[in-house]
C-alpha cells in the first residue's frame, strides 16, 4: 500500500480533515492579500478512484478561484503568497511557468505539518477570460474513520 504512494494513509475521521483543510484554505487567502471575489464552495470528499478498492482511500480537495481585481493586483498577490507561504510551514516545490501556452504562473507547495498541497495558478486571461487565480489545497490520502454520531 505505501510503494503505491510513498506513503501510509491514516485512518481519520472525514470531518476533521475538511476542517483542516479549509483552515489551511483560509490561510491560503490571507497570505495573498487581495480584496476580490473569491467563488463560494467548501472543502468536498472524494474517494480516490484507482486501485483494487476505489472506495477505500479519501481526499478532501477545496477548489476555489480569486477574481475581479486585474492583472497588477493578481501579480502581487502571487508575489505575497510565494514570500509568506515558508513562514507558514509550508515548502514550495514550484514557483514559475506552468506548461500551458500562455505559460501562466504556478505556485506548488506543501504543508510540512499536514502533507497537504497547493496548487495556485495565475491565469491572466490572456484568451480574453476574466484573468484569475485558481487554487487547490488537497489533503493526502486517507482512510475515512467511523464518526461519532452518523
Same mark, same amino acid.
Given at each position: 500500500m505505501s510503494d503505491d504512494f510513498g506513503y501510509e494513509p491514516r485512518v481519520r475521521p472525514a470531518g476533521e480533515v475538511k476542517a483542516e483543510?479549509?483552515?489551511? *484554505? *483560509?490561510?491560503v487567502l490571507d497570505m495573498v492579500r487581495i480584496k476580490g471575489r473569491v467563488t463560494a464552495g467548501g472543502p468536498?470528499?472524494?474517494p480516490w478512484d484507482e486501485g483494487a478498492d476505489p472506495d477505500r482511500f479519501h481526499t478532501i480537495t477545496h477548489l476555489w478561484s480569486l477574481y475581479g481585481v486585474d492583472n497588477d493586483v493578481l501579480g502581487r498577490g502571487m508575489a505575497a503568497l510565494a514570500d509568506r507561504l515558508p513562514e507558514r510551514g509550508w515548502t514550495v516545490a514550484k514557483n514559475g511557468p506552468d506548461s500551458s501556452r500562455n505559460s501562466n504562473q504556478e505556485i506548488l507547495a506543501v504543508h510540512m505539518a499536514t502533507r497537504a498541497q497547493l496548487e495556485a495558478t495565475w491565469m491572466k486571461g490572456l484568451d480574453g477570460h476574466e484573468p484569475l487565480?485558481?487554487?487547490?489545497v488537497? *489533503?493526502?490520502l486517507f482512510i475515512p474513520a467511523e464518526e461519532p454520531g452518523l
Open positions: 483543510v479549509a483552515a489551511l *484554505s *483560509s490561510a468536498m470528499e472524494l487565480i485558481t487554487f487547490n488537497h *489533503s493526502r
